[in-house]
């Protein structure tokens, strides 16, 4: 099988000198690497297990949804937003909602995830509701910034089709427990389920991602032969031929060295969202106080998302000589979806002649190359993750490889990657302060800490 590649030439000390990686770092690493091996083998860790299941309804379902609605809206927040975002603009183009209907025969795509009031306001009035599927995505089933978006959209349904409102909606939650689950079976909703064990930033297999894949269209087959590739490939215990160990073992590393930033920069946009994604993964995975034996250890890795060449004329002055606190992966695709020449004209000009009969696509990846260049003679480490191109087989690899990566540093770290306890602590704090029932300790203590006066 052809896969994706990470080149981690230029995190070694050979290509950057003092702040590069050498043997006796790996082996100072070798007790937490193989701790980690141990868990992230565990048969249980079911996220691994996703790309094997059955889809079949799901891509039906979608089908359906493709063929009866013009637009396509999902309301969710965090996991239950990054994995579909990021596949629906992975494979789709990014003008896609602003193509001819008729030409392209694909609803539009709209994913809500912030309660900005302006935002709803705008969406909500101008879109046309009555050909619109509303795909409610909530594990919990109880974060309310999404409750609080399908009540508006669901009132706003019920007053333009009162008896056939529920025909608009598809409900993605947690088949225990949600409310969700409570409200979709008392009106008969469809609903598709998140196993139990699987938690929002681990989702993306999951009918939360499949269900986007099956509506826009994409290669759902294909990309999770992807992932499943890649996973076999990272049963290898040897971190050294396994990508995601590699990439978790080179970040954990530079950790430990004091580099803690991580920033990924695709050099395509289509990838831009994938960076989205990956940030929560990461943060949310690897940001915590206690270890796993309860020591505090504050431990993880500040991910940033930046965009090639875009964020060469903004970011990089600061990734090329600031604090040595980086490290940069860059991903590169070799062939993007479509060439786009630059055309022969004005070459009398001097400083327009070279760019003539050349191509975007070789512009974007000589910037590429230029600042792996850049950011080697500077001593500053970079990895790249290479694809041969924008298929939806190579993004299923890069979705798992990354997955399977995170737990992987979660498990050097010593710490939970599958929990979120920070995130836990603010929905409580936004509950208390909205007045729902059983959290007046908590508002109690927000009015001393944050001197709120409640005059409601
Ligand atoms: O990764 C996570 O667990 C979180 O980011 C959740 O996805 C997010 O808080 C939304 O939760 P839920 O899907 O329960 O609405």
């Given at each position: 099988?052809?896969?994706?590649?990470?080149?981690?030439?230029?995190?070694?000390?050979?290509?950057?000198?003092?702040?590069?990686?050498?043997?006796d770092?790996?082996?100072?690493?070798?007790?937490?690497?193989?701790?980690?091996?141990?868990?992230?083998?565990d048969?249980?860790?079911?996220?691994?297990?996703?790309?094997?299941?059955?889809?079949?309804?799901?891509?039906?379902?979608g089908?359906?949804?493709?063929?009866?609605?013009?637009?396509?809206?999902?309301?969710?927040?965090?996991?239950?937003?990054?994995?579909?975002?990021?596949?629906?603009?992975?494979?789709?183009?990014?003008?896609?909602?602003?193509?001819?209907?008729?030409?392209?025969p694909?609803?539009?795509?709209?994913?809500?995830?912030?309660?900005?009031p302006?935002?709803?306001?705008?969406?909500?009035?101008?879109?046309?509701?009555?050909?619109?599927?509303?795909?409610?995505?909530?594990?919990?089933?109880?974060?309310?910034?999404?409750?609080?978006?399908?009540?508006?959209?669901?009132?706003?349904?019920?007053?333009?089709?009162?008896?056939?409102?529920?025909?608009?909606l598809?409900?993605?939650?947690?088949?225990?427990?949600?409310?969700?689950?409570?409200?979709?079976?008392?009106?008969?909703?469809?609903?598709?389920?998140?196993?139990?064990e699987?938690?929002?930033?681990?989702?993306?297999?999951?009918?939360?991602?499949?269900?986007?894949?099956?509506?826009?269209?994409?290669?759902?087959?294909?990309?999770?032969?992807?992932?499943?590739?890649?996973?076999?490939?990272?049963?290898?215990?040897?971190?050294?031929?396994?990508?995601?160990?590699?990439?978790a073992?080179?970040?954990?590393?530079?950790?430990?060295?004091?580099?803690?930033?991580?920033?990924?920069?695709?050099?395509?946009?289509?990838?831009?969202?994938?960076?989205?994604?990956?940030?929560?993964?990461?943060?949310?995975?690897?940001?915590?106080?206690?270890?796993?034996?309860?020591?505090?250890?504050?431990?993880?890795?500040?991910?940033?998302?930046?965009?090639?060449?875009?964020?060469?004329?903004?970011?990089?002055q600061?990734?090329?000589?600031?604090?040595?606190?980086?490290?940069?992966?860059?991903?590169?695709?070799?062939?993007?979806?479509?060439?786009?020449?630059?055309?022969?004209?004005?070459?009398?000009?001097?400083?327009?002649?070279?760019?003539?009969?050349?191509?975007?696509?070789?512009?974007?990846?000589?910037?590429?190359?230029?600042?792996?260049?850049?950011?080697?003679?500077?001593?500053?480490?970079?990895?790249?993750?290479?694809?041969?191109?924008?298929?939806?087989?190579?993004?299923?690899?890069?979705?798992?490889?990354?997955?399977?990566?995170?737990?992987?540093?979660?498990?050097?770290?010593?710490?939970n990657?599958?929990?979120?306890?920070?995130?836990?602590?603010?929905?409580?704090?936004?509950?208390?302060?909205?007045?729902?029932?059983?959290?007046?300790?908590?508002?109690?203590?927000?009015?001393?800490?944050?001197?709120?006066?409640?005059?409601?």
């Amino acid at each position: 099988m052809e896969k994706i590649v990470i080149d981690y030439t230029n995190m070694m000390s050979e290509s950057i000198g003092v702040h590069g990686i050498n043997d006796d770092d790996f082996i100072s690493v070798k007790g937490d690497i193989e701790r980690a091996v141990k868990r992230i083998t565990d048969k249980q860790l079911m996220f691994r297990r996703l790309p094997y299941e059955n889809i079949d309804k799901i891509v039906e379902y979608g089908k359906y949804i493709r063929s009866n609605f013009k637009n396509f809206l999902v309301l969710g927040i965090g996991g239950s937003a990054l994995g579909p975002k990021a596949i629906f603009k992975s494979t789709c183009g990014r003008y896609h909602n602003e193509y001819k209907i008729d030409k392209v025969p694909l609803p539009k795509f709209y994913f809500e995830d912030n309660v900005d009031p302006d935002r709803i306001y705008d969406l909500i009035n101008t879109i046309d509701l009555e050909n619109t599927c509303i795909n409610i995505i909530s594990k919990s089933g109880k974060t309310i910034e999404t409750l609080s978006q399908m009540m508006i959209f669901i009132d706003a349904l019920q007053k333009l089709k009162p008896d056939s409102w529920t025909d608009n909606l598809v409900f993605t939650t947690d088949k225990d427990n949600s409310v969700l689950l409570d409200i979709g079976k008392k009106y008969g909703i469809k609903m598709f389920y998140i196993p139990q064990e699987i938690g929002g930033r681990y989702s993306i297999f999951t009918p939360v991602g499949i269900l986007t894949a099956a509506v826009c269209g994409c290669d759902i087959h294909s990309m999770l032969k992807g992932a499943r590739d890649m996973n076999e490939l990272c049963n290898n215990e040897d971190y050294t031929k396994n990508p995601a160990f590699m990439y978790a073992v080179l970040q954990y590393i530079s950790m430990k060295r004091g580099k803690n930033i991580s920033i990924m920069m695709p050099y395509t946009d289509s990838l831009k969202f994938v960076t989205d994604w990956f940030s929560q993964l990461w943060a949310e995975s690897l940001g915590k106080k206690y270890d796993i034996d309860g020591n505090v250890v504050n431990a993880g890795q500040t991910p940033v998302r930046a965009l090639g060449s875009v964020d060469q004329h903004s970011q990089l002055q600061l990734y090329m000589e600031g604090p040595f606190d980086k490290v940069v992966t860059l991903i590169k695709v070799d062939k993007h979806r479509y060439k786009m020449p630059i055309p022969t004209i004005f070459e009398d000009s001097s400083e327009l002649k070279f760019l003539c009969n050349s191509s975007l696509n070789k512009l974007i990846n000589s910037e590429l190359e230029a600042i792996i260049y850049a950011l080697t003679q500077n001593g500053r480490p970079n990895i790249v993750i290479n694809l041969p191109s924008l298929d939806e087989y190579y993004l299923g690899q890069m979705f798992i490889m990354l997955e399977i990566g995170t737990a992987f540093a979660g498990y050097m770290l010593n710490i939970n990657p599958f929990d979120q306890p920070g995130v836990e602590h603010g929905k409580i704090s936004t509950y208390a302060l909205m007045g729902k029932e059983g959290f007046e300790e908590r508002r109690k203590s927000l009015e001393i800490t944050n001197k709120i006066k409640f005059l409601v």
